[in-house]
């Protein structure tokens, strides 16, 4: 019998790709903004939609955070 104080382990769901259409103008413009808060432009995109949706209060619970800016860690062999 399993311990039941060990809870499954959830595996990492895969980060959904999205093809969005944006007006040239709006896109530069949010570049521009990502960029003086250091992030990419698809980082800016998720930061204000779960903002959004945290302010209408819709932001999923099991909604994981925001992944860490820069380079991921490496990964141990």
Known sequence: MT???EAPKRR???RKQVLLR???????ALARWAG?????ANA????LLRKALADAGRLPRDA??????????VSEP
């Open 44 to 47: 800016q995109i998720e930061f």
């Open 36 to 40: 003086d808060e250091l992030r990419s």
């Open 3 to 5: 311990d039941p104080s």
């Open 22 to 28: 944006l007006d040239p103008s709006v896109y530069e």
């Open 64 to 73: 994981g955070p925001l992944p860490r800016r820069g380079r991921p860690p």
């Open 12 to 14: 990492p769901q895969q």
